[in-house]
């Protein structure tokens, strides 16, 4: 396997602390993750892992901290401002448009990219329809890659749990990100949706450079793709470093992996 | 097995995505658009225009405004009463106040205040959503029917507090008899309808479909809220406000505040509902419903009522109607949240397969 | 200012007549979390019910009574709205359980509709009059503080008592038994309520019809005071911004957003009114409510509303 270039520090959490009136969801956490890398936040249920990814995604705003992305420093940042600057997550709960087709669902994720004004798109001439063509020749890419040719005229609703997961990702990956937060891909997934969709977020890493950040509870898929690992546990901060460090951790083996069985 | 799409291969992305691409549906809808700009014009009669044809189409254009925000962006509006009046009275003051101004621009000024108007009480939108909005529509509602009411600029000063106006022409062809008003409303009709099925399949039209279904996640990948809700706005009320210039001008001639009140709004919502909500074919459906029920209740009712013996005034009647609106929506809710136009879309189904069952 | 507390007194009278109108609204909130946009219908189907039983009642059975003919008339009417509430919960809300709110809103339009043509059909659309022995002569207040004392309306002090009485009964049947208690359960939420036992279906009859009673409570006094006919339904309308003033899920706030409301419009017609060529009682309600739309969507006592991504 021929080694990875990982690259220098790109997305940089500092202090963040989170709380919702009285609940302290996270508590002065603080890690990297380095361009190109695949890094795992893990750790029991109620952790914050998912509040943490808000945070990065401006959906929430901590009370403190400060949150670095390419050199530029916020204290919180603004959804719109994050996805333009090159960030995109997929959601826990499947955060689809139920109401539209699997391409264009995709094709949302292009939004930022298209150029042509409100009257151009209304009229459907020219440089509105080429705009329109080229991007859905890209998304046609990435519906190719994710392996969902068949139900691209489906509504999304009615397709199948694991099929959904798959939109949701390719929605994000429409956005072209630098980096792709990854909320609980394969949750409700069976061994092989766990299989393929492990092969597509390795794909998308290695064939496009995109950094993940993922929040994952299977501990094989996590230790078996991720170059690092950040533990959370009650808000905190308990471990962080490869897989094998995190493992042999005793303060992670005694709050989240448990003893050998 | 008329119904099938053997054989049609599409080799372009620009043949998958047109708005008809099955080319069955293609010559249908060409046909129909001739029918109704060659054929009509020759066998109705007056009345036929008069009471229905002319209202039927002007209905359906504001329904078309109506539901790219109710339908498609899925801001619930209580005021397109007001934005037709806005329209309406816009494109007054701009054809008596400006000798000579041309009358599609006029309707287009008139589109454009509404617009702005819109956008205005469009405003909070972004701060509310649900049942919050529809309260602040109705406030555009109500304070639009004040405006025309009391300000006496708008109306012109005149003095009995209704307007009128007369003359009409479009590039020196006069528009008084009902064949000119009927191939004057299909017109715009069928070029505003392609206009916005043409936003509805675009960027704009997937922003607004994104913040219907999950404004959240809409946020997250880029779009922003406000431009789409605005924008939203913005497109309705220009089309809703057109179809009240036209309504005003063409349909009744003259006019006075009561005639876009919020019955005018619950009616355009009924529409969208009933004919389907997030489909521009539902407009048409949803128009033509309403507008032809009352007739066809006025028609059918006493007969119905003779056989059993019940004589049925002109207000019951009326009731009848309130009754059925009220009981077809709720049904229509229930059933078929999408309206007639899933319906037919369903149908379709059916037949592309038939006589197979699947 | 003889003047002015006059119309601030005519002003909280009408008030208190929106906040009956919004009690219904507040209500049906609080336990289901549906809008009912039918409540001006229902209180005007309550009102007309009453109006031509009153009527019919002694006509068929010969009663002397007016009283006796009154009250026998707000039992059946009272029945006929438990009615009309059952069947709303079995035949539309029951079937829209899991839609989002713009649905059941758009429902209920249609279920006002749908009561405007029945209620006429069955019961008429003239105007009728209700008649439930309300003192219609005025008393002159406060003689001895200003000049020539204030004009009260007798018909409205009666009202206002009627009004009391029944939120204060309201308050007692929620705080004190163990249906009030279930419903203050479901109000909270609903999956929970639900796991523990409690008939979800069944405490959304029995909110109905409460908010039926009330509305017939309304309907009676509007009725009397106005007359019983169509234009009642625009009442309704009136009321929707005093449950956003006062915020949806406040039955206290129904109150007081009601007599906001009703001062209000009182005031900044007479004494705004003439600058603007008059007629501000038709958005002023609206726009107020706008305001506090745009910087306190919850009202003033209500909850905050929370969206969980």
């Given at each position: 396997m021929?080694a990875?270039?990982?690259?220098?520090?790109?997305?940089d959490?500092?202090n963040?602390s989170?709380?919702f009136?009285?609940?302290?969801a996270?508590?002065d956490?603080s890690?990297?993750v380095?361009?190109?890398?695949?890094r795992?936040?893990?750790?029991p249920n109620g952790?914050?892992?998912?509040?943490?990814?808000?945070?990065?995604n401006?959906v929430y705003t901590?009370q403190q901290g400060?949150i670095s992305?390419k050199g530029?420093?916020?204290?919180?940042?603004?959804?719109?401002q994050?996805?333009?600057m090159g960030?995109a997550r997929t959601?826990?709960?499947?955060a689809?448009?139920?109401g539209m087709?699997?391409?264009?669902n995709?094709?949302?994720?292009?939004?930022?990219?298209?150029r042509?004004n409100?009257?151009l798109?209304?009229?459907?001439i020219g440089p509105?329809?080429r705009e329109e063509?080229?991007?859905?020749?890209f998304v046609?890419?990435?519906i190719d890659?994710l392996e969902?040719?068949a139900?691209?005229?489906?509504?999304v609703?009615q397709?199948?749990y694991?099929?959904?997961?798959?939109v949701?990702?390719?929605?994000a990956?429409?956005?072209e990100?630098q980096v792709?937060?990854?909320?609980?891909p394969?949750a409700?997934?069976?061994l092989e949706?766990?299989?393929?969709m492990?092969r597509?977020?390795l794909d998308?890493?290695d064939e496009?450079?995109t950094?993940?950040?993922?929040?994952?509870?299977?501990m094989?898929v996590v230790?078996?793709i991720?170059?690092?690992?950040v533990v959370?546990?009650y808000?905190k901060k308990i471990?962080?470093?490869?897989?094998?460090?995190v493992?042999?951790n005793p303060?992670?083996?005694?709050?989240y992996?448990?003893t050998?069985? | 097995?008329?119904?099938?799409?053997?054989g049609q291969?599409k080799?372009?992305?620009r043949?998958?995505?047109?708005?008809f691409?099955?080319?069955?549906d293609r010559?249908?809808?060409?046909?129909?658009?001739a029918?109704?700009f060659?054929?009509v014009?020759?066998l109705?009669?007056?009345?036929?225009?008069?009471a229905?044809?002319?209202?039927?189409?002007?209905?359906a254009l504001?329904?078309?405004?109506?539901?790219?925000?109710?339908?498609?962006?899925?801001?619930?509006?209580?005021?397109?009463g007001?934005?037709?009046a806005v329209g309406a009275y816009?494109a007054?003051n701009?054809y008596v106040r400006?000798?000579g101004?041309?009358?599609l621009?006029t309707?287009i000024?008139?589109g454009?205040?509404a617009?702005?108007?819109g956008?205005l009480?469009g405003?909070?939108?972004?701060?509310?959503k649900?049942l919050?909005l529809?309260?602040a529509?109705l406030a555009a509602?109500f304070?639009?029917d004040?405006?025309?009411l009391?300000i006496k600029?708008f109306?012109?000063d005149s003095?009995?507090?209704?307007?009128?106006?007369?003359?009409l022409?479009l590039?020196?062809?006069?528009?008084?008899?009902?064949i000119?008003?009927?191939?004057?409303?299909?017109?715009?009709?069928?070029?505003l309808a392609?206009?916005a099925?043409?936003?509805?399949?675009?960027?704009?039209?997937r922003e607004?479909m994104?913040?219907?279904?999950m404004?959240?996640?809409?946020?997250?990948?880029?779009i922003?809220?406000m431009?789409a809700?605005?924008t939203?706005f913005?497109v309705?009320?220009?089309?809703?406000g057109?179809?009240?210039?036209l309504?005003?001008?063409?349909?009744?001639?003259a006019w006075?505040?009561a005639?876009?009140?919020v019955?005018?709004?619950f009616r355009l919502?009924f529409?969208?509902i009933?004919g389907?909500m997030g489909a521009?074919m539902?407009?048409?459906?949803?128009?033509?419903?309403?507008?032809i029920?009352p007739?066809a209740l006025n028609?059918?009712?006493?007969v119905?009522?003779?056989v059993?013996?019940?004589s049925i005034?002109t207000a019951?009647?009326a009731h009848?109607e309130?009754?059925i609106f009220?009981a077809?929506?709720v049904?229509?809710l229930?059933?078929?949240?999408?309206?007639?136009?899933?319906?037919?879309?369903v149908?379709?189904q059916?037949?592309r397969l038939?006589?197979?069952p699947h | 200012?003889?003047?002015?507390?006059?119309t601030?007194?005519?002003?909280?009278m009408?008030g208190?007549?929106y906040?009956?109108?919004?009690?219904?609204?507040v209500?049906?909130f609080?336990a289901?979390?549906?809008?009912n946009f039918a409540q001006?219908?229902m209180?005007?189907?309550a009102?007309?019910a009453?109006?031509?039983?009153?009527e019919?009642?002694?006509?068929?059975?010969g009663?002397e009574?007016?009283l006796?003919?009154?009250?026998a008339a707000?039992?059946?009417?009272?029945?006929?709205?438990?009615?009309?509430a059952?069947l709303?919960?079995r035949?539309?809300?029951?079937?829209?359980v899991?839609?989002?709110?713009?649905?059941l809103?758009?429902?209920?339009?249609?279920?006002?509709?749908?009561?405007?043509?029945?209620?006429?059909?069955?019961?008429?659309?003239d105007i009728?009059?209700?008649?439930?022995g309300?003192?219609?002569e005025?008393?002159?207040?406060?003689e001895t503080?200003?000049?020539g004392?204030?004009?009260?309306?007798k018909?409205?002090l009666y009202?206002a008592l009627i009004?009391?009485?029944l939120v204060?009964?309201?308050s007692v049947?929620?705080?004190?038994t163990?249906?009030?208690r279930?419903?203050?359960?479901?109000?909270?939420?609903?999956?929970?309520a639900q796991?523990?036992?409690?008939?979800?279906n069944?405490?959304w009859?029995?909110?109905?019809?409460v908010?039926?009673?009330?509305?017939?409570?309304?309907?009676?006094?509007?009725?009397?005071?106005?007359g019983?006919?169509?234009?009642?339904?625009?009442?309704?309308l009136?009321?929707?911004?005093?449950?956003i003033?006062?915020?949806?899920t406040?039955?206290?706030g129904?109150i007081?957003g009601?007599?906001i409301?009703?001062?209000?419009?009182?005031l900044s017609?007479v004494?705004?009114g003439p600058f603007?060529?008059?007629g501000?009682?038709?958005w002023f309600?609206?726009?107020l409510?706008?305001?506090?739309?745009l910087?306190r969507?919850?009202g003033?006592?209500g909850?905050?509303?929370i969206?969980?991504?």
């Amino acid at each position: 396997m021929t080694a990875k270039k990982i690259g220098d520090v790109i997305l940089d959490v500092r202090n963040i602390s989170l709380s919702f009136g009285g609940v302290q969801a996270l508590t002065d956490i603080s890690f990297d993750v380095r361009e190109h890398e695949v890094r795992a936040i893990i750790g029991p249920n109620g952790a914050g892992k998912s509040s943490m990814l808000n945070c990065i995604n401006g959906v929430y705003t901590p009370q403190q901290g400060t949150i670095s992305f390419k050199g530029q420093t916020f204290s919180h940042m603004d959804s719109h401002q994050v996805a333009s600057m090159g960030i995109a997550r997929t959601f826990q709960n499947l955060a689809l448009f139920k109401g539209m087709s699997v391409i264009d669902n995709l094709m949302t994720g292009r939004n930022l990219r298209i150029r042509s004004n409100l009257l151009l798109q209304a009229l459907r001439i020219g440089p509105a329809e080429r705009e329109e063509i080229r991007h859905r020749e890209f998304v046609e890419h990435i519906i190719d890659f994710l392996e969902i040719q068949a139900h691209r005229k489906t509504a999304v609703g009615q397709l199948p749990y694991g099929l959904q997961k798959r939109v949701d990702l390719g929605r994000a990956l429409a956005m072209e990100p630098q980096v792709l937060l990854l909320d609980e891909p394969m949750a409700g997934m069976n061994l092989e949706e766990k299989q393929d969709m492990s092969r597509f977020v390795l794909d998308i890493n290695d064939e496009f450079g995109t950094t993940v950040v993922l929040i994952e509870h299977d501990m094989g898929v996590v230790m078996d793709i991720s170059d690092r690992v950040v533990v959370l546990d009650y808000g905190k901060k308990i471990g962080d470093g490869t897989p094998e460090e995190v493992r042999n951790n005793p303060a992670v083996i005694s709050a989240y992996l448990g003893t050998t069985h | 097995m008329f119904y099938r799409e053997n054989g049609q291969f599409k080799t372009s992305y620009r043949a998958d995505q047109q708005i008809f691409p099955i080319a069955q549906d293609r010559w249908a809808v060409l046909a129909l658009v001739a029918a109704a700009f060659v054929l009509v014009p020759m066998l109705a009669s007056d009345y036929m225009f008069r009471a229905i044809l002319i209202p039927f189409l002007i209905m359906a254009l504001a329904a078309l405004g109506v539901n790219v925000l109710v339908g498609y962006c899925g801001q619930i509006s209580l005021g397109s009463g007001a934005f037709m009046a806005v329209g309406a009275y816009a494109a007054f003051n701009v054809y008596v106040r400006v000798p000579g101004m041309p009358l599609l621009l006029t309707l287009i000024l008139g589109g454009l205040c509404a617009s702005a108007f819109g956008i205005l009480f469009g405003l909070p939108s972004l701060r509310v959503k649900g049942l919050y909005l529809a309260v602040a529509t109705l406030a555009a509602q109500f304070f639009s029917d004040w405006m025309f009411l009391r300000i006496k600029w708008f109306t012109h000063d005149s003095p009995s507090g209704s307007v009128s106006v007369s003359g009409l022409q479009l590039a020196g062809f006069p528009i008084e008899d009902p064949i000119s008003k009927y191939l004057l409303c299909l017109s715009v009709l069928v070029l505003l309808a392609l206009m916005a099925k043409n936003l509805v399949r675009s960027a704009i039209g997937r922003e607004w479909m994104a913040i219907r279904d999950m404004d959240v996640a809409a946020a997250v990948i880029g779009i922003r809220p406000m431009y789409a809700k605005l924008t939203a706005f913005a497109v309705s009320s220009f089309i809703v406000g057109v179809a009240g210039a036209l309504w005003g001008f063409v349909y009744l001639g003259a006019w006075e505040p009561a005639a876009f009140s919020v019955d005018q709004s619950f009616r355009l919502l009924f529409m969208v509902i009933i004919g389907g909500m997030g489909a521009i074919m539902g407009c048409f459906f949803g128009a033509g419903f309403i507008v032809i029920l009352p007739i066809a209740l006025n028609q059918f009712l006493p007969v119905l009522g003779g056989v059993f013996g019940i004589s049925i005034s002109t207000a019951g009647i009326a009731h009848a109607e309130l009754i059925i609106f009220g009981a077809l929506i709720v049904w229509f809710l229930i059933v078929e949240p999408h309206g007639i136009a899933r319906l037919w879309a369903v149908g379709k189904q059916k037949m592309r397969l038939w006589p197979f069952p699947h | 200012m003889a003047f002015f507390l006059e119309t601030l007194l005519g002003g909280l009278m009408a008030g208190m007549l929106y906040s009956l109108v919004a009690l219904g609204f507040v209500l049906i909130f609080k336990a289901s979390g549906v809008f009912n946009f039918a409540q001006g219908a229902m209180v005007l189907f309550a009102a007309l019910a009453m109006a031509r039983l009153a009527e019919w009642i002694p006509m068929a059975t010969g009663l002397e009574s007016r009283l006796v003919a009154n009250m026998a008339a707000f039992a059946i009417a009272a029945v006929i709205m438990f009615l009309v509430a059952w069947l709303i919960e079995r035949l539309v809300l029951r079937h829209l359980v899991n839609q989002e709110g713009t649905t059941l809103l758009m429902a209920t339009l249609g279920i006002s509709y749908f009561l405007d043509g029945v209620g006429q059909t069955i019961f008429g659309s003239d105007i009728y009059k209700l008649d439930i022995g309300m003192p219609k002569e005025p008393i002159m207040a406060f003689e001895t503080m200003f000049e020539g004392g204030i004009l009260i309306n007798k018909e409205d002090l009666y009202a206002a008592l009627i009004a009391a009485v029944l939120v204060a009964l309201l308050s007692v049947f929620f705080q004190k038994t163990a249906t009030g208690r279930a419903l203050r359960a479901v109000a909270d939420d609903h999956q929970a309520a639900q796991s523990i036992g409690i008939p979800l279906n069944r405490i959304w009859v029995i909110v109905w019809c409460v908010a039926g009673i009330t509305a017939l409570v309304a309907g009676m006094i509007w009725g009397s005071k106005l007359g019983v006919q169509f234009s009642l339904t625009t009442v309704a309308l009136r009321a929707l911004p005093v449950v956003i003033l006062g915020g949806l899920t406040s039955v206290p706030g129904a109150i007081i957003g009601g007599l906001i409301i009703g001062v209000g419009e009182k005031l900044s017609e007479v004494f705004l009114g003439p600058f603007v060529g008059g007629g501000i009682e038709i958005w002023f309600a609206y726009v107020l409510a706008l305001g506090f739309l745009l910087f306190r969507p919850q009202g003033l006592f209500g909850e905050k509303i929370i969206d969980r991504v």
